[in-house]
């Protein structure tokens, strides 16, 4: 029988180098997106009859929004100014911020440019991208001669 002792330390160390290098580039991808970029995180889901865009943007009103589609573009954007409001209170600490910003996506043929469609609820701005009937066809069986 062979009893190996494993250091805790050096365990958790290699771990912690693993962790770091192993989600080093994303989290500099989240950082510079949201951070310097200004872009929302988005979801896109690709369904049977049409493509689903979800965008975290909590703390704006349907009205802050803008979403166009300009040749085979679809840009989403929001122009957002901090409220100065008086108030007799001292303020401790401000983490709130709402930024604007101005995200794009290219759309092919395949979308039914007339048939887009936007709503905003609890802060996900849910956009739903029908498909063509061209491109909604299923497989078609092609026989052997």
Known sequence: MTLVKVNPLNRTFDGMMKDFFNEFPSTVGKTLRED????PPVNIVDK?????????????????????????????????SGENTQ????LIRKEFSYKSFKRSFTIDEMIDAEQISARYENGILKLALPKKEIAKAGAKEISIQ
């Open 36 to 39: 310097i970029l200004h872009f």
């Open 48 to 80: 049977a009859d049409a493509y689903h865009l979800e965008m975290s943007v909590p703390g704006f009103e349907k009205s802050d929004f803008n979403v166009k589609l300009e040749n085979n573009v679809l840009t989403v954007s929001t122009e957002k």
């Open 87 to 90: 108030s007799t209170d001292k």
